[in-house]
């Protein structure tokens, strides 16, 4: 048995057992460790103390130089060096241009020490070397290649550090992560591992992989030949597949204490201040300006149909997160929402009606039709006008007042004109621009208008859907018919006999193309207008072609009015054609069989003096 102490000598300590023989009892049966040993039992070294004796001191600062750490035999474990140029050499065919924008520091910048250096094995970073070069080619043919780079160098960063070199590869990292070429962020290269961050490469891989799988599933693979509806569906698919995954993130809550959340990142993007940009008419480019995507934090509202948090943690730059927002944007956009979202909608007024400026489809729509207005000048001008009116539509009224989308940019009017049967049409163009018009309308004036000239008018509006359905009229330019009908009398035995030829122009600016609806014939007789007016006698008629055709000239008429030898016969024809009377008559005076006195009882006044209809009165004789 061993010694007994204590006060009642109950405390057996052997020096050699419970001391492991590198120590001795003190009088309460404890252990007192001799220089360099240290625990109850003595059975380890104390902080300075490596080897079987426990007197070799090891200091990863000052015996390992700040390069390694110590091992249990008092020497050390040295960092494998870190090579920069061996990584650029694997980054290079990834990232063009990188060599140019790196700058690798030298040994001393990294804190090298050869003596530790050449004590140690570079195999701790076998694992590490093998798992970056296995990110690179993994990452070989994404775009942008940065994002992939940023991938690999992050991922190197932290197997680094567990593998010792955390002195040996902060300047190098750091020279890669900062450098143009790269853009990467403090997180994704990892420059505060192994310290919590929210680049998890583990957990944002895990999540791409998955969203990956989900997209390429079939029924989430849009097809450009599929209807509308069927895409409309499969993007609805896709926001699903965006809306199940989330990242594990690693949150520090206090220096003492840390504990790890599984979060789904209530983030999400809003494009705002957007405006529109019609950029050069001709050639129809529609642009956006202006605007920017806005991060979004806090609860999710889920009144949006593009929330979203899949794959978007601290593994992303800004530029890539704003990337990756707009593809998932595109994906997640519910036509007739109201929000409007670039890319897969020209439009989104929160409705799926047709024919209001933005489709059920949200597509833009090319401006509805006007009706159009012609005024025309008097028929019986030489030459005429006609001025061709339209109305803004309401559609296009609001879209101007509100400056959306679809407002129209100008309209096109466009004539043909020509002067007669198989003679060339002259065809012009005009560009009427929004602000050409007045508030309500627009107007165009077609000048110098001759009889029987063909008129082709159409117009329409065009806006960044493009030209809308035109409205059309046409015309021939009509007069009312000239009088000349060159009347003439023949006395036949005791008859009348009428004859008369078509007037020169008909209306059509010829005597045949617009035929004479009907000539109205009045006719006057007196023997004696200063004695015997009580004896005045009147006639008027119609004068019709025949059923179902139109007039032969020269036209002959037999007068049934009562026929007086001697008296004074007063003849009007008035030709009518569609558009009404000719402005003025024929009128013709002649004296029924042979008079006794040379000359006429009365003195006539001017033809062209006379009233219509010509009804002999007393008012008319001069005296």
Same mark, same amino acid.
């Given at each position: 048995?061993?010694?007994?102490?204590?006060?009642?000598?109950?405390?057996?300590?052997?020096?050699?057992?419970?001391?492991?023989?590198?120590?001795?009892?003190?009088?309460?049966?404890?252990?007192?460790?001799?220089?360099?040993?240290?625990?109850?039992?003595?059975?380890?070294?104390?902080?300075?103390?490596?080897?079987?004796?426990?007197?070799?001191?090891?200091?990863?600062?000052?015996?390992?130089?700040?390069?390694?750490?110590?091992?249990?035999?008092?020497?050390?474990?040295?960092?494998?060096?870190?090579?920069?140029?061996?990584?650029?050499?694997?980054?290079?065919?990834?990232?063009?241009?990188?060599?140019?924008?790196?700058?690798?520091?030298?040994?001393?910048?990294?804190?090298?020490?050869?003596?530790?250096?050449?004590?140690?094995?570079?195999?701790?970073?076998?694992?590490?070397?093998?798992?970056?070069?296995?990110?690179?080619?993994?990452?070989?043919?994404?775009?942008?290649?940065?994002?992939?780079?940023?991938?690999?160098?992050?991922?190197? $960063?932290?197997?680094?550090?567990?593998?010792?070199?955390?002195?040996?590869?902060?300047?190098?990292?750091?020279? @890669?992560?900062?450098?143009?070429?790269?853009?990467?962020?403090?997180?994704?290269?990892?420059?505060?591992?192994?310290?919590?961050?929210?680049?998890?490469?583990?957990?944002?891989?895990?999540?791409?992989?998955?969203?990956?799988?989900? @997209?390429?599933?079939?029924?989430?693979?849009?097809?450009?030949?599929?209807?509308?509806?069927?895409?409309?569906?499969?993007?609805?698919?896709?926001?699903?597949?965006?809306?199940?995954?989330?990242? =594990?993130?690693?949150?520090?809550?206090?220096?003492?204490?840390?504990?790890?959340?599984?979060?789904?990142?209530?983030?999400?993007?809003?494009?705002?201040?957007?405006?529109?940009?019609?950029?050069?008419?001709?050639?129809?480019?529609?642009?956006?300006?202006?605007?920017?995507?806005?991060?979004?934090?806090?609860? =999710?509202?889920?009144?949006?149909?593009?929330?979203?948090?899949?794959?978007?943690?601290?593994?992303?730059?800004?530029?890539?997160?704003?990337?990756?927002?707009?593809?998932?944007?595109?994906?997640?956009?519910?036509?007739?929402?109201?929000?409007?979202?670039?890319?897969?909608?020209?439009?989104?007024?929160?409705?799926?009606?047709?024919?209001?400026?933005?489709?059920?489809?949200?597509?833009?729509?090319?401006?509805?039709?006007?009706?159009?207005?012609?005024?025309?000048? $008097?028929?019986?001008?030489?030459?005429?006008?006609?001025?061709?009116?339209?109305?803004?539509?309401?559609?296009?009224?609001?879209?101007?007042?509100?400056?959306?989308?679809?407002?129209?940019?100008?309209?096109?009017?466009? *004539?043909?004109?020509?002067?007669?049967?198989?003679?060339?049409?002259?065809?012009?163009?005009?560009?009427?621009?929004?602000?050409?018009?007045?508030?309500?309308?627009?107007?165009?004036?077609?000048?110098?208008?001759?009889?029987?000239?063909?008129?082709?008018?159409?117009?329409?509006? =065009?806006?960044?859907?493009?030209?809308?359905?035109?409205?059309?009229?046409?015309?021939?330019?009509?007069?009312?018919?000239?009088?000349?009908?060159?009347?003439?009398?023949?006395?036949?035995?005791?008859?009348?006999?009428?004859?008369?030829?078509?007037?020169?122009?008909?209306?059509?600016?010829?005597?045949?193309?617009?035929?004479?609806?009907?000539?109205?014939?009045?006719?006057?007789?007196?023997?004696?207008? $200063?004695?015997?007016?009580?004896?005045?006698?009147?006639?008027?008629?119609?004068?019709?072609?025949?059923?179902?055709?139109?007039?032969?000239?020269?036209?002959?008429?037999? *007068?049934?009015?009562?026929?007086?030898?001697?008296?004074?016969?007063?003849?009007?024809?008035?030709?009518?054609?569609?558009?009404?009377?000719?402005?003025?008559?024929?009128?013709?005076?002649?004296?029924?069989?042979?008079?006794?006195?040379?000359?006429?009882?009365?003195?006539?006044?001017?033809?062209?003096?006379?009233?219509?209809?010509?009804?002999?009165?007393?008012?008319?004789?001069?005296?």
């Amino acid at each position: 048995m061993g010694d007994e102490y204590g006060s009642e000598c109950v405390v057996v300590c052997n020096s050699t057992t419970d001391c492991n023989g590198n120590g001795r009892c003190d009088s309460e049966g404890q252990c007192v460790c001799e220089d360099g040993f240290a625990g109850e039992s003595c059975d380890s070294c104390h902080a300075d103390g490596f080897g079987p004796t426990c007197q070799k001191s090891c200091s990863a600062t000052e015996t390992c130089n700040g390069s390694g750490r110590c091992l249990d035999d008092g020497t050390c474990d040295c960092f494998p060096k870190f090579n920069c140029g061996d990584v650029l050499n694997v980054l290079s065919p990834l990232v063009p241009g990188l060599t140019s924008g790196v700058v690798c520091p030298d040994a001393d910048a990294q804190g090298v020490v050869q003596s530790c250096v050449g004590n140690c094995s570079a195999a701790a970073l076998d694992e590490c070397e093998m798992d970056f070069m296995e990110c690179v080619l993994e990452h070989s043919l994404d775009t942008p290649y940065n994002e992939g780079a940023c991938e690999c160098v992050g991922r190197l $960063r932290a197997c680094t550090v567990d593998a010792g070199c955390e002195v040996m590869s902060d300047n190098s990292i750091i020279a @890669l992560c900062d450098t143009g070429a790269l853009g990467c962020t403090a997180s994704q290269c990892q420059l505060q591992y192994p310290a919590a961050t929210h680049c998890d490469w583990d957990s944002h891989d895990t999540c791409k992989e998955e969203l990956a799988q989900c @997209l390429s599933e079939p029924p989430s693979t849009v097809l450009q030949n599929e209807s509308w509806y069927v895409q409309q569906d499969k993007y609805a698919a896709r926001c699903v597949c965006y809306r199940s995954q989330f990242e =594990v993130f690693d949150y520090i809550l206090d220096e003492s204490c840390s504990m790890e959340m599984e979060v789904e990142q209530e983030v999400w993007y809003e494009w705002v201040n957007g405006t529109w940009t019609w950029n050069n008419i001709s050639n129809g480019t529609w642009v956006q300006g202006n605007g920017s995507w806005v991060e979004m934090r806090g609860p =999710v509202p889920w009144t949006k149909s593009y929330n979203f948090s899949a794959c978007k943690s601290e593994c992303k730059n800004e530029m890539q997160k704003k990337e990756t927002n707009t593809s998932f944007a595109y994906d997640c956009a519910v036509c007739g929402d109201g929000d409007y979202m670039p890319g897969r909608e020209e439009c989104d007024d929160n409705n799926l009606v047709d024919l209001d400026g933005c489709s059920h489809q949200c597509e833009i729509e090319p401006p509805l039709p006007s009706d159009l207005i012609l005024d025309l000048s $008097r028929p019986d001008s030489s030459p005429g006008q006609i001025v061709v009116t339209w109305n803004h539509t309401d559609v296009a009224m609001r879209a101007f007042l509100e400056d959306l989308p679809h407002r129209v940019f100008h309209y096109v009017f466009k *004539l043909d004109r020509t002067i007669c049967v198989g003679c060339p049409t002259v065809s012009t163009e005009a560009i009427l621009q929004w602000s050409d018009c007045s508030y309500a309308f627009c107007s165009v004036t077609v000048p110098s208008v001759v009889s029987g000239e063909f008129i082709d008018i159409e117009v329409f509006g =065009v806006n960044v859907a493009g030209a809308g359905n035109s409205t059309t009229d046409s015309l021939r330019w009509m007069y009312l018919p000239f009088y000349d009908v060159q009347l003439n009398e023949r006395e036949i035995g005791l008859q009348i006999e009428l004859e008369w030829v078509a007037p020169s122009d008909t209306g059509y600016g010829d005597d045949t193309s617009l035929p004479i609806l009907m000539y109205f014939l009045e006719v006057s007789s007196c023997p004696d207008f $200063r004695q015997n007016t009580t004896r005045c006698e009147y006639y008027a008629t119609e004068v019709l072609p025949p059923a179902g055709g139109n007039f032969s000239y020269p036209i002959r008429y037999n *007068l049934t009015f009562p026929q007086h030898l001697g008296f004074y016969y007063y003849y009007s024809i008035l030709p009518i054609n569609e558009l009404g009377r000719a402005l003025n008559t024929t009128i013709e005076v002649f004296q029924y069989g042979v008079l006794a006195a040379p000359t006429p009882f009365v003195a006539y006044p001017a033809a062209n003096s006379l009233p219509v209809p010509v009804a002999v009165t007393p008012e008319l004789i001069e005296t």
